[in-house]
């Protein structure tokens, strides 16, 4: 195998080389090593090859890259790598087409049941009566059959195009990536086989590659190889694969194989995808689907007994049977299906998939990316939120505004700082040396930087002392790094001077480091022994700092001896305090209003933050949170007994000094006590919380990718109010759900109870089979458009929460539901026993037209009944009625064909049109559905009104007897006077 010779060339050279001569090579497809022996080395994880190949840097060089500047990066170059390499794009299953859905739906049992029996009355039909009149019950059966697959299916493809561009949304990862000596942010999908890119903490790893550089690289294997242990990266160990995650530490890395060629590529072609997930909301109303479908049961077997009984007991001679008589009782048994088909409440699970389908859309625009779809109907009924301040309170845009270096204060805008040179020059690496993030050059003069924002704000003080970060980093050699996490709540940096000497750097929470520090710097740069005194006045700068709602960090070195370097960890103590500086993070705009809607909502707001109290206290102050409530730290809460924390929580509303281990045993108490919790988070540690709690919400831009994979929902802009937005998306959901189930509930009553009436009375159902088919349209596909996509207003945020207790069907949907149907079978069933004589019907069609006027009204009653669903809390049932298009598109829709089936399709729909005066008749039965909701909210407002007075007596009459019980006491007691 002829893997190509390698000669090492210096960045510098390698960076000379021409951009055009690059791109041309990459165009001949001139890399001297392939795809295959790549892919080979990482699956079989071959030291032997690596070494045979000439190591990293030999890969990177053949693959026409540089580990100092990356590749050459323009379009030319990027469509030949992944022409020669391919793509980071991992195939997914292939979509399932419409006509999938459509065989699919035809494959309903109760549909292939109404099939057979269309199919045999019509030829039951013609071979009695001719093609003529005879095809008109079976033809109407079977396009009606037709109507409803067609429906289903377009509902179903609709909603699985949906969710594919959710899934496809939910994957997009972004990493850092240098190109052409720029480091650059971009989609994991655009990685090409040769880029070189940088790995943090909380990082997913991409694609397939090998270990460059780095410090203290820990890789989470679990998801490829089940092992709970998480392995060393580094020099001895190479191999990097996508899937994994980064526990701990920092490295770059060289991309060698991508999408199908990686380890996780070959997994997921072996996986099959489907998306199955049932919501809790979806269990809940499946269930109730079955209740009720087994009622539809019992009412079709009693309808279909009563008809065959009426039907024998007429019968003259019950053992000859004409071909007439077969059709009668594939008449009877069509419409027994029917009734069941009618009875099973198909659209609710609909309901729900459409609401949550519509309301993920809306919310992706709102800034929030739902990753499990329980999580918005849950969010509705959250009673409690745990938040972070940074980045989701604060704009997450931090500045250093003051610092106290050597005991001189300085402060932002105010002078220009003039420190000693052996003050400055520590100073410098502690601000640049010992930072994780850096300052990037586009091209154009302007400077972008990468980071955590607490790093690029000491990056940016750092270089406003009039310095730049490359003259301050080749002045000394990095030996060793222990990156920051938020258990040690530190970072720190051994540095190898030019001198010689040795210099570790530390950084992080002031009290934790001011420990640390038995010297201070004063303002001549020399080192003092800290007595008492100095500690004092130290930490009266931190409290100071913190009382101006600004995040504290003390500075701290020492210089040490050469044996510290065979030591596994820095020094825990033997520092100079160096500098405090105190950091502003200003409360994002809306953040006040959003809290004050919360409270509101009756949905508590927990501030959890690693800040001290007195910073913690303040910013929580500043964003409305803490009003009258408790605030605690994380350690006095660990302390408490379960009882004792239960009792803090009641009214707690601020947690500081918390580690994640607080927020997690916080979450559980929360839900412990019946509260919903949602929770937010962006650090690897916070994946145990952001599990736990009933709502997960990750950070979208600070977030780490472990957070984002424990979480439910992504805040793709880290801000609280969209926090907000989701909840009342989810309380949307849920009373869209609550609108649609009122509503066919009502008309499944109806129309069950006025067939089997029928029957019982006159022998026949008014209800046919072509027309209970359309009324079942109108219930399921065309009720779920028109309710469950309702748009959330402001009004859902006046109402408490759900809570975990809450009952899904209301006594006022109860109140509502039986007085609709109460109406609509009331007047139904006097047409139906007087509504000749009413409507003064006397010629030979009378029946007819009796039979028809009864499907009008009882469909317009639907049609009007759809109205009081959607406001079924107002007494204005037009409120904001041109808010939702397609509710009103659907009423329009379902009128017109409605209109078609009465007065052109008589034959197939069993009808015959109507004069004018019917039509009014119908629209007025109809129409006065909107009464009767009318009626039904004053008695509930009077009900409530009276239930209240009353209720208030009785806490008057109490608080009236022990007001005289209490003065009795005192008229005997010389010891006060009353």
Known sequence: MDLGAYTPMPAEQFCSVKVDSTCKMAEENNFPIQSETLVHMMQSQSHSLLKQCGGVEAIAFKLRASVETGICGDKVDLENRRKVFGSNIVREKPLKTFWYFVWDAMHDFLLVVLAICAAISLLLGISTEGWKDGWSDGGGITVSILIVVLVTAASDYRQSLQFQALEREKEKVFTDVLRNRRRQKICIDDLVVGDIISLSTGDQVPADGLYISGYSLLIDESSMTGESEPQHVDENKLFLFSGTKVQDGFAKMLVISVGMNTAWGHAKELLCKENCEETPMQQKLSSLAILIGNIGMCFALLTFILLMARFLKQKENLWYWSSQDFWVLIKYFSLAVTIVVVAVPEGLP????????????????????????????????????????????????????????????????????????????????????????????????????????????????????????????????????????????????LLKLPEGKLRAHIKGASELVLDMCDTTI??????????????????????????????????????????????????????????????????????????????????????????????????????????????????????????????????????????????????????????????????????????????????????????????????????????????????????????????????????????????????????????????????????????????????????????????????????????????????????????????????????????????????????????????????????????????????????TVQVILVESLGKLANSIPLNREQWLICLSIGSFSLVVHLAVKILIILSKYIWNLKSNLNKYAMHRKEYEAIGKHCSNCNNCKV
């Not at 317009?860 to 397609?886: P, S, T, Y």
């Open 350 to 493: 609909l309901a729900v998939t459409l609401a949550l389908a519509y309301a993920m859309r809306r919310m992706i625009l709102e800034k929030a990316l739902v990753r499990r779809l329980s999580a918005c109907e849950t969010m509705g009924s959250a009673t409690c939120i745990c938040t972070d301040k940074t980045g989701t309170l604060t704009t997450n845009q931090m500045t250093v505004l003051k610092a106290c270096v050597g005991g001189v204060l300085w402060q932002l805008h105010a002078s220009e700082p003039q420190f000693p040179d052996n003050v400055l020059g520590p100073l410098l690496q502690g601000l640049l040396q010992n930072n994780s993030s850096d300052v990037v050059n586009d091209g154009t003069g302007k400077q972008s930087c990468f980071g955590s924002p607490t790093e690029i704000a000491l990056l940016r003080f750092g270089i406003s002392l009039g310095t730049s970060v490359e003259a301050v980093r080749c002045n000394s050699q990095v030996l060793k790094v222990e990156p920051f996490n938020s258990t040690k709540k530190l970072m720190g940096t």
């Open 522 to 895: 004063d303002a001549d740069g020399n080192q003092v022994f800290m007595d008492e005194r100095s500690k004092c006045e130290l930490n009266g700068i931190i409290s100071k700092f913190a009382h101006e709602s600004l995040r504290t960090l003390c500075l701290a070195f020492q210089d040490i001896p050469h044996q510290s370097l065979f030591e596994k960890s820095l020094p825990r103590e033997g520092y100079a305090c160096l500098a405090i500086v105190g950091i502003k993070d200003p409360i994002r705009v809306g953040v006040k209003d959003a809290v004050q809607l919360c409270s509101s909502a009756g949905i508590r707001v927990i501030m959890v933050t690693g800040d001290n109290l007195t910073t913690a206290t303040s910013v929580a102050h500043e964003s409305g949170i803490l009003t009258d409530g408790l605030v605690i730290d994380g350690p006095s809460f660990r302390t408490l007994s379960s009882d004792g924390r239960r009792q803090k929580l009641a009214n707690l509303q601020v947690m500081a000094r918390s580690s994640p281990g607080d927020k997690h045993m916080l979450v559980k108490e929360l839900q412990a006590m019946g509260e919903i919790v949602a929770v937010t988070g962006d650090g690897t540690n916070d994946a145990p919380a952001l599990h736990e709690a009933d709502v997960g919400l990750a950070m979208g831009i600070s977030g780490t990718e472990v957070a984002k994979g424990s979480a439910d929902i992504v805040i793709l802009d880290d801000n609280f109010s969209s926090i907000v937005n989701v909840a009342k998306f989810g309380r949307c959901i849920f009373k869209n759900i609550q609108k649609f189930v009122q509503f066919q509930l009502t008309a499944n009553i109806a129309a069950l109870v006025l067939n089997l009436s029928s029957t019982c009375f006159f022998g026949h159902a008014p209800l046919t089979t072509v027309q209970l088919l359309w009324i079942n349209l109108i219930m399921d596909a065309l009720g779920a458009l028109a309710l469950a996509t309702e748009p959330p207003h402001s009004e859902l945020m006046d109402q408490p929460p759900v809570g975990r207790k809450g009952k899904f069907i209301s006594n006022e949907m109860w109140w509502n539901i039986c007085a609709q149907a109460g109406y609509q079978l009331s007047v139904l069933s006097i047409l139906q026993f007087q509504g000749k004589k009413i409507l003064g019907l006397e010629a030979g069609n009378a029946e007819d037209i009796l039979s028809t006027m009864i499907f009008n009204s009882f469909v317009l009653c639907q049609i009007f009944n759809e109205f009081n669903a959607r406001e079924m809390d107002k007494v204005n049932v037009f409120h904001n009625l041109f808010g939702n298009w397609l509710f009103l598109f659907v009423v329009v829709f379902t009128l």
